[in-house]
């Protein structure tokens, strides 16, 4: 993960404190009061089904209102052990020994579920390293055959540095980057085992992105490229003549920290408010109180490059999680908890989703 729109925080920042100079600290009412408070969800329990979302294209014939659909039973602490086999890989930097090694865990497993796998193996240049790298976007398919489907998402590299660290004579220590990153994989995996007996209108592809984290230069104008795997499957996909029909696309981004805590993300809200009331509407009738119907962060990530081509997608983040490119980002600081909320509402969202 990312950086923030930094200037916007700046210029919030910046207003904020000149409306408390011009007030001399007297007022106290909030000068945007619309700030941290989101629309209404609507009352309807089937939240997506009123009227037509412009803005996204969505509609009342985007779910299936009133579907019975229950959560599948999502084992967490199972999750947290495959996040465990994960980080025992150590740093998981595009194009090294313990990617590869990623990847052949990850084929092995879901091919034990019967779905197709697919390597997007591509070679990536980015500016502040000589050479190519080889990277791979991992496609994990669940019925094929269909021509309408949806794509649950997420990174699996790591970064090079753990750039949060205050003391940059850690940056190069081993970083093995478990939330951010791994419970995306780690979610997915788990989710293999239940995706067979769910009833779904759609296909279901877990798309694993590659070069998310292949940052050495993080900052300033000749600054890294960012979110290389997840360009180059929506490129190749708008470049595809006979593609499949992707009616939306989740992201998932650090969704098992313990003090887990999931507001939604503005770009996802901005381009798809219907599908955000979508998912965190799912999550209030199940009462997974982590997903939190107020303004979050604004986040550049995987997702802008799906929207850019036209796939509609949000991405699911706790971008206030304390761990967040530190070396203490380890399964330790992850729960299984978590992952069940999280797993729970996209179980539900899959049977009913269009
Ligand atoms: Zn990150």
């Known amino acids: 993960m990312k950086f923030l729109l930094g200037g916007i925080a700046v210029i919030v920042l910046g207003v904020g404190v000149m409306f408390l100079i011009m007030n001399n600290g007297a007022a106290k009412t909030n000068p945007f009061p619309d700030f941290n408070v989101m629309p209404p969800l609507p009352e309807n329990e089937t939240v997506a089904a009123g009227g037509k979302d412009k803005s996204s294209g969505f509609g009342s014939d985007r779910v299936n209102q009133g579907q019975e659909a229950k959560p599948v039973p999502f084992d967490g602490k199972r999750a947290m052990r495959y996040l465990q086999s994960i980080c025992d890989l150590g740093p998981r930097i595009s194009g090294s ?44 398919s669940f019925q094929p055959e269909k021509k309408r489907r949806v794509i649950i998402c997420s990174h699996y590299d790591t970064r090079p540095i753990a750039d ?9 220590k081993p970083f093995v980057s478990a939330n951010d990153g791994g419970s995306g994989v780690a979610l997915m995996m788990e989710m293999g085992n239940h995706m067979k007996g769910l009833k779904t209108n759609v296909g279901v592809d877990f798309v694993i992105f590659d070069g998310e984290e292949y940052i050495f230069r993080p900052d300033g104008a000749n600054r890294d490229r960012y979110f290389i795997g997840s360009e180059h499957f929506a490129q190749t996909w708008r470049q595809t003549k006979d593609r499949v029909d992707y009616s939306a696309a989740i992201l998932l981004d650090m969704i098992a920290g313990n003090k887990l805590r999931l507001p939604v993300e503005i770009n996802s809200h901005r381009r798809y408010p219907k599908l955000c009331e979508e998912v965190w509407g799912v999550a209030r009738e199940l009462n997974a109180k982590a997903f939190k119907w107020e303004r979050g962060h604004e986040v550049q990530d995987d997702h802008i490059e799906l929207q850019k081509v036209g796939i509609p997608a949000i991405d699911i983040i706790d971008f206030d999680y304390d761990h967040w490119h530190r070396l203490s980002d ?8 978590s992952f069940e909320q999280v797993a729970g509402v996209l179980s539900v969202w899959l049977q009913r989703t269009k």
């Open 97 to 140: 020994a313990a990617m590869r090694k990623q990847q052949q865990l990850i084929k092995k497993h879901f091919e034990e579920f019967g779905a197709k796998i697919t390597y997007q193996a591509f070679e990536a240049e980015q500016n502040s390293v000589r050479g190519k790298v080889e990277m791979t976007n991992i496609i994990v």
């Open 164 to 172: 949060q660290e205050p003391d940059p004579r850690d940056w190069k």
């Open 330 to 337: 380890t399964p330790a600081n992850c729960s299984a908890a």
